[in-house]
């Protein structure tokens, strides 16, 4: 919210509560959450990312607790999107100054950087069956460029998207009985789907009461 305060809802018809009071250089612009571990990370402005490591408790509203915080540097700018792909242990960063870095999940520690992107890397998301990581970065002469690389870092392939790519999320069936896509939520209110396997166009999925820009995207 404006006033800079981050707001936990744990149950569906609670109203949000009060965690964490931000200063205004660490802003948050993006936030990621490990369930099962209990970790939140957030992006700032500043483009410092923060590991909050948290315990349940019964003495809180929320029952859960911040035990200690850790700042994660690498980005000179404002963090665009945090993901935190649990099987393959990572926490993937993108910032306005095109970086974007793989953090080991279990030792916050930096592992790579994923280089190449010539401007703002806007959105990331990873698979949860193969690691594989899609990237949008802006396009020099208007819309999106999406990257697949592997979880090594590797560029397997990227795409020109004429439309802005706003968001990405991967498909998560079994590898070998089915194709896997990456679908992208464009600025048009269009949700397009490329395959994993060579990032070939495989449909779109249109909503024909709303142009409005499709800002997040998962899989369930």
Same mark, same amino acid.
């Given at each position: 919210?404006?006033?800079?305060?981050?707001? =936990?809802?744990?149950?569906?018809?609670? &109203?949000?509560?009060?965690?964490?009071?931000?200063?205004? =250089?660490?802003?948050?612009?993006?936030?990621?959450?490990?369930?099962?571990?209990?970790?939140?990370?957030?992006?700032?402005?500043?483009?410092?990312?923060?590991?909050? =490591?948290?315990?349940?408790?019964?003495?809180? &509203? =929320?029952?859960?607790?911040?035990?200690?915080?850790?700042?994660?540097?690498?980005?000179?700018?404002?963090? %665009?999107?945090?993901?935190?792909?649990?099987?393959?242990?990572?926490?993937?960063?993108?910032?306005?100054? $095109?970086?974007?870095?793989?953090?080991?999940?279990?030792?916050?520690?930096?592992?790579?950087?994923?280089?190449?992107?010539?401007? &703002?890397?806007?959105?990331?998301?990873?698979?949860?069956?193969?690691?594989?990581?899609? %990237?949008?970065?802006?396009?020099?002469?208007g819309g999106s460029d999406l990257r697949l690389w592997t979880v090594n $870092?590797?560029?397997?392939?990227?795409?020109?998207?004429?439309?802005?790519?706003?968001?990405?999320?991967?498909?998560?069936?079994?590898?070998?009985?089915?194709?896997?896509?990456?679908? $992208?939520?464009?600025?048009?209110?269009?949700?397009?789907?490329?395959?994993?396997?060579?990032?070939?166009?495989?449909?779109?999925?249109?909503? &024909?009461?709303?142009?409005k820009p499709i800002v997040s995207l998962t899989f369930s």
């Amino acid at each position: 919210y404006a006033d800079n305060i981050l707001r =936990l809802k744990s149950k569906q018809s609670e &109203p949000p509560v009060n965690f964490i009071q931000c200063s205004e =250089l660490h802003q948050v612009t993006s936030c990621a959450w490990v369930p099962d571990s209990c970790q939140l990370f957030t992006g700032s402005k500043c483009g410092v990312i923060t590991a909050y =490591l948290n315990r349940f408790t019964n003495s809180t &509203p =929320l029952e859960i607790e911040v035990e200690s915080q850790i700042h994660l540097y690498g980005h000179s700018a404002e963090i %665009t999107s945090l993901f935190v792909c649990k099987p393959y242990s990572i926490l993937i960063s993108v910032s306005k100054d $095109g970086t974007c870095i793989i953090w080991d999940l279990n030792r916050l520690c930096y592992v790579q950087s994923l280089s190449g992107h010539k401007s &703002p890397v806007t959105a990331v998301s990873a698979s949860e069956t193969t690691g594989d990581i899609a %990237t949008v970065c802006d396009s020099v002469g208007g819309g999106s460029d999406l990257r697949l690389w592997t979880v090594n $870092g590797d560029l397997i392939g990227h795409v020109h998207c004429r439309e802005i790519i706003c968001s990405v999320a991967f498909s998560n069936q079994p590898e070998g009985t089915s194709v896997n896509v990456i679908a $992208g939520g464009l600025e048009n209110g269009v949700v397009r789907l490329w395959s994993t396997w060579d990032l070939k166009p495989v449909r779109e999925i249109t909503f &024909p009461k709303s142009n409005k820009p499709i800002v997040s995207l998962t899989f369930s």
